[in-house]
């Protein structure tokens, strides 16, 4: 699997920025992982969004999901000019209703699939969501943020690769991500703002403990503050970790 970094930023970019979005490749099958501002443009630089085969948003904040409506159009008039016959499969949580019933009535460019409604797994030695798109296992694990939403475990190959989404640090998160090849983790503060995130989002410092918990092969930081430098978020993310860790930064691929 291939990942692609389209946006680091929260809860807005930086001049020229994107905010939550990842693409991960694997042969044939292309997954969006959260569509915020400005990542339907970055997608546009490493693929038609034509091949895409899903689009998951771990959450309705729109720093994750905003551009799903660019996807919305392009989508709709790719299919009216012939050039595209399939909708594109999205993996959403159900709640707010108001918003997943608005994406649900796109039906000219999506097929809508609340996480709720899939089949229940216990394969991680959690509670868990489980869908398959070609060769390709995604597992839906409950976060513990401001909204309902879902971290998300994608394993093929024989390779796995887990994204925190928004999250407090919890022992779900830490069991889901075991012995991951990648873990890519939000990281939305400092120590100085441990009380700030407090039930909600990690510190970096809280990121990289997780990963050394987990056991983790690599660990990519994101879903940064903009005003706050990278270096110090590394730095306390490398405190909490033994292993490779690295600051996600836009276009930046990953090989796992
Ligand atoms: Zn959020
Ligand atoms: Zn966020």
Redesign the pocket.
């Known amino acids: 699997m291939i990942l692609t970094v389209l946006g680091c930023w929260?809860?807005y970019p930086r001049p020229g920025g994107a905010c939550s979005g990842y693409l991960l490749q694997s042969g044939e099958t292309a997954i969006m992982i959260d569509a915020g501002n400005g990542t339907f443009a970055e997608l546009t630089r490493h693929v038609n969004f034509r091949s895409l085969k899903a689009l998951v948003i771990t959450?309705f904040?729109p720093?994750?999901y905003v551009d799903v409506f660019c996807l919305r159009h392009a989508i709709a008039g790719a299919r009216r000019a012939g050039t595209l016959q399939q909708t594109l499969k999205l993996f959403v949580p159900a709640a707010p209703s108001e918003i997943y019933n608005k994406l649900a009535s796109y039906t000219d460019a999506f097929t809508v699939t609340a996480v709720e409604q899939l089949p229940e797994t216990r394969q991680l030695g959690i509670h868990a969501k489980w869908a398959k798109l070609d060769n390709t296992e995604m597992f839906f694990v409950p976060t513990a943020?401001?909204?309902p939403?879902y971290a998300l475990l994608v394993r093929r190959n024989g390779k796995s690769f887990f994204f925190s989404?928004?999250t407090a640090a919890t022992d779900q998160i830490t069991l889901a991500a075991g012995d991951s090849d990648l873990f890519l983790c939000e990281a939305s503060g400092l120590d100085q703002d441990k009380e700030y995130l407090a039930g909600?989002?990690m510190t970096a410092r809280e990121a990289g403990l997780t990963a050394q918990k987990a056991k983790v092969k690599k660990l990519v930081i994101t879903h940064f503050w903009p005003e706050y430098e990278l270096s110090d978020l590394l730095a306390q993310a490398g405190e909490g970790f033994n292993g490779d860790v690295t600051a996600a930064i836009q276009g930046m691929k990953v090989n796992l």
């Open positions: 929260a809860p959450h904040h720093d994750h943020h401001a909204l939403g989404g928004d909600i989002h």
